[in-house]
């Protein structure tokens, strides 16, 4: 039976601390396993290697020789251990992300801004694509998808969410009915975002006076296909159309947009970070708050 690596470290730390009692408790294992554990490495040297009192312990002859062996290697694997760590914080390399071009434009500008500012050593660079993006073999530490994964062979964690309600340009509400329902959609120039094989619908949800959802049917007259599209022609006054919040919160603060049925907003779309490992490198751990403050509409952190 060979050795275990870790049955030799145990060794180390009771010869160190002369003491089973004190090695368990900076070990934070029972005394009782961690006796077991040195009785079971002398049984596959085939030496007794400790001599064990009430009071004390101490070293064989053949122990003293295998720790003065093995101290030396125990202290180098914890030193590499340490380097290891350093290095897994340094950020460094590139940051290689896949999402789609729309998200892109609309929410990462500011947090990769920030983000080189404060890494100047690390580039960046994305893969702007609406298909998925094979995280193996294109050597891309993420990809940021919208909407619900079912990818069992990678990773993922929830960034936030995309909240949306319906706006219009003060020029194309102005001498109109403004619909005080959802139903009175039908009576207005809607923008849909995406061609659909079936009818097109907006998921409204309203939380007061009483907690309800519906689906409206949207005839679109136009089909924008991004979202930069819509916001450009709901600014010129073309429609109605489901916007995210935090994209047009300057508009609707200049008064350029106004919300329309402000008790409803549609179904958030959830927005998810995929990668192959949990262990994520360190450029991609210092970026991610960064995103997630902007997807929560929050300074982005100093």
């Known amino acids: 039976m060979e050795p275990s690596l870790s049955d030799i470290a145990l060794f180390v730390e009771v010869v160190n ?11 934070d294992l029972p005394a009782s396993t961690l006796s077991r554990r040195v009785a079971k490495l002398e049984t596959a040297i085939g030496s007794r290697l400790l001599n064990r009192t009430t ?33 897994q914080d340094r950020v460094s390399g590139v940051l290689r992300l896949s999402c789609t071009p729309e998200f892109a434009s609309l929410y990462l500008p500011e947090p990769l801004l920030a983000f080189t500012r404060r890494h100047a050593e690390v580039g960046v660079e994305l893969d702007l694509s ?22 069992a062979s990678l ?22 009915p403004r619909p005080q329902k959802p139903q009175d959609l039908a009576d207005h120039v809607l923008i849909g975002l995406r061609r659909s ?8 949800q309203r939380r007061e006076p009483e907690v309800s959802s519906l689906s409206v049917p949207v005839q679109a007259r136009f089909v924008a296909g991004s979202m930069g599209m819509q916001r450009e022609l709901v600014l010129r006054g073309a429609g109605i159309a489901a916007l995210d919040e935090l994209l047009v919160a300057p508009d609707v603060a200049a008064g350029r947009l106004l919300p329309v049925l402000p008790a409803w907003r549609l179904r958030p779309v959830p927005v998810y970070l995929v990668t192959v490992s949990r262990l994520m490198p360190a450029r991609l751990r210092q970026f991610l708050p960064l995103l997630e403050a902007q997807l929560r509409g929050e300074p982005l952190p100093t």
């Open 17 to 27: 601390t002369r003491s089973f009692s004190r090695a368990a408790e900076r070990l």
């Open 197 to 204: 094989a079936s009818q097109p619908q907006w998921h409204l």
């Open 55 to 87: 009071r004390r312990v101490e070293l064989t002859e053949m122990g003293s020789a295998y720790y003065a062996r093995c101290s030396p290697l125990v202290e180098e694997a914890r030193q590499a251990h340490a380097d290891l760590a350093v290095l």
């Open 155 to 176: 990773v993922t964690r929830r960034l936030g969410q995309l909240s949306r309600a319906l706006y219009a340009s003060p020029d194309y509400l102005n001498g109109k």
């Open 130 to 151: 609406a298909r998925y993006a094979d995280l193996f073999s294109e050597q891309l530490d993420a990809a940021i998808r919208l909407g619900p994964t079912t990818e």
